[in-house]
């Protein structure tokens, strides 16, 4: 090939193939030389080369190799990779690791020659399908969600299938309702950038979502709802109860007890949860009826006289239907107009109950006083005495938990006084009857009277006369003659300082002179004139 060498033995690499004749000159000296030529066919050489599919991780790569020139025959290929040698081509290989894989392909000729091609390919990583659900109710709306890792490289394909729809595309979010089913199959197929893809199937459990049935009785004010719960949920439980009620109320409880302060119209709703995380609501509306707002007026009476009752109660809508007093002594009347007669003196306390016709029930208290009547009585000294007599009236009446306020003195002639104790002359005999009226500061009344209860005894007459009725020295004696009326004693006072009980004395005056004589008599009743 135009190429020498002066050493004993020598390695010569022909770049190209053909026939050669090499010829081998040998000197001994200067003089002695020999030489010989001897043909050599220098092979071509066939130069390995590859084709690869499928370089996604955990896929089977299939590697196939071929030569250039054509024209050459290779007997074998030899692939050698991480201390595996594999003698046949196409090579078919699932690497366990990604990136890039170092390995050696040899081909041999049918003439022996070898040629070796040290390269490397790049094994991608392969996506991981996956995907995460809402909750699977039944007759919601499921989404399922795109969680797929794609290690770096972009999706370029995401495809969603389920029995009744399909999503083609690129959408990382599917949502659909599900129907009445207990399963629903669901199929992912995701492909990145440099082609590998993955596939997932999951059989979704779709789960019964809780039947919800509420409803509420009307109620009065102040008075617990009455609500009723009949949800009802298929292989599942109830976990979570949320009612949200009117007036800012909620609870947590399967059945609430409420009440309310607030008349009107009002509404629950109840959202059923079940442990799946399926939920539904319903609502109910009920009526927080008016309480009836109770009060009466009422007349106070005396013992023994009608108490009046009379009732001023009212209600926001609606009417108040039945009235029941309680009056404290036992007695009782359903009519919102009403009286009661008190026997015995004291505070009373009276109960007025009202109800709606909502059925809605207050009552109210009050403490009602039946007044006591006077316990009227007197005195009066003296009771008898001689005309003119002055009686002195003493009023001992009395009243329970009152005062006496007005009284009212009569006898036989009418009222003579209006003072609480007065005096009274009398100048004529005979016997008085005396009454005495009296009236509590509240106006209750009493009147006794006491028959013939002062007694006047008539004064005796004192009358006498004398003779002769010009007395002299010459006749001192005088005689005097008693004239009186009804006396039993006389007492004569002679103006000289002499004295005679006698009824008709004589009296000889011992001097001249004008005397004053007197005569007090008494009579049977001591009565004195």
Not at 291 to 306: K, L, T
Not at 363 to 386: N, Q, R, W, Y
Not at 444 to 451: F, P, Y
Not at 502 to 519: A, I
């Amino acid at each position: 090939d135009g190429n020498e060498a002066a050493t004993k033995s020598v390695n010569h690499t022909y770049t190209n193939p053909g026939n050669y004749n090499v010829k081998l000159i040998i000197t001994q000296n200067s003089e002695c030389a020999d030489s010989i030529t001897q043909g050599l066919e220098i092979f071509n050489q066939a130069s390995p080369q590859f084709t690869v599919s499928d370089l996604c991780l955990n896929d089977s790569s299939i590697l196939t190799a071929s030569h250039t020139p054509n024209t050459e025959t290779v007997d074998s290929f030899i692939w050698d990779y991480n201390g595996l040698t594999i003698n046949n081509s196409p090579w078919k290989y699932r690497f366990a690791d990604s990136g890039k894989q170092n390995f050696r392909l040899t081909s041999i000729t049918d003439n022996g020659c070898k040629t070796f091609l040290d390269t490397f390919i790049w094994i991608n990583p392969k996506p991981t399908a996956q995907f995460t659900s809402s909750v699977v109710c039944e007759g919601n709306e499921v989404t399922l969600i795109n969680t797929s890792k794609d290690y770096g490289k972009n999706f370029t394909k995401v495809d969603w299938t389920n029995t009744t729809t399909s999503s083609i595309g690129n959408p990382d979010t599917f949502k659909y309702v599900l129907g009445n089913k207990l399963y629903e199959n669901v199929l992912l197929i995701v492909e990145s950038g440099d082609g590998c893809s993955d596939t997932v199937t999951r059989n979704l459990k779709i789960w019964r979502s809780p039947k919800t049935s509420i409803s509420a009785a009307d109620a009065c004010l102040n008075d617990n709802v009455l609500f009723t719960n009949t949800t009802t949920v298929d292989s599942s439980t109830v976990s979570n109860w949320n009612w949200v009620i009117s007036d800012g109320k909620t609870s947590t409880d399967s059945l609430p007890i409420e009440s309310f302060t607030i008349a009107g119209t009002k509404k629950a709703v109840l959202t059923a949860t079940t442990d799946k995380g399926c939920i539904t609501k319903d609502s109910a509306y009920f009526n927080i009826n008016p309480n009836p707002a109770p009060n009466f007026s009422v007349v106070e009476a005396c013992v023994n006289n009608s108490t009046q009752f009379t009732s001023t109660s009212t209600i926001a809508s609606g009417t108040i239907a039945q009235y029941a007093y309680e009056f404290g002594d036992g007695s009782s009347s359903a009519s919102a107009t009403a009286s009661n007669t008190y026997t015995s003196a004291g505070n009373y306390i009276v109960k007025l109950v009202t109800e709606s016709t909502s059925g809605c029930i207050d009552s109210i208290e009050k403490s009602v006083k039946a007044h006591a009547i006077p316990s009227s009585d007197f005195t009066a000294v003296p009771l008898t005495g001689c005309s003119p007599l002055d009686v002195t009236f003493s009023d001992a009446s009395v009243v329970l938990n009152d005062a006496i306020n007005d009284w009212e003195w009569k006898d036989n002639t009418g009222v003579f006084s209006t003072a609480q104790s007065p005096t009274k002359q009398y100048t004529v005999a005979g016997k008085q009857s005396i009454t005495l009226k009296v009236k509590s500061g509240f106006g209750c009344e009493d009147e006794t009277q006491k028959l013939d209860y002062i007694e006047i005894y008539p004064k005796p007459v004192a009358r006498f006369s004398y003779a002769p009725t010009k007395p002299t020295i010459i006749e001192p004696d005088v005689t005097f003659t008693d004239l009186s009326i009804g006396a039993i004693t006389w007492d004569w006072d002679f103006g000289d300082g002499s004295n005679s009980t006698d009824q008709n004395p004589t009296y000889t005056f011992k001097d001249t002179g004008l005397f004053t004589v007197r005569l007090e008599i008494t009579n049977a009743n001591q009565c004195k004139n």
